[in-house]
């Protein structure tokens, strides 16, 4: 079971992955159909 939602914040160097971590997240709260 995953944890409810909460606000976090991706802090991270230029080029590290920030925006793919980003899409994953969403997407994965998609299939939850969150």
């Known amino acids: 079971m995953m944890q ?3 606000h976090e ?3 991270a160097s230029a ?3 920030k925006t ?3 899409a994953h997240r969403y ?3 998609l299939a939850l159909g969150v």
Do not use: K, Q, V
């Open 20 to 22: 793919f971590e980003l």
């Open 15 to 17: 080029g590290s992955g």
């Open 4 to 6: 409810p939602i909460h």
């Open 27 to 29: 997407i994965r709260l």
């Open 9 to 11: 914040a991706i802090l």
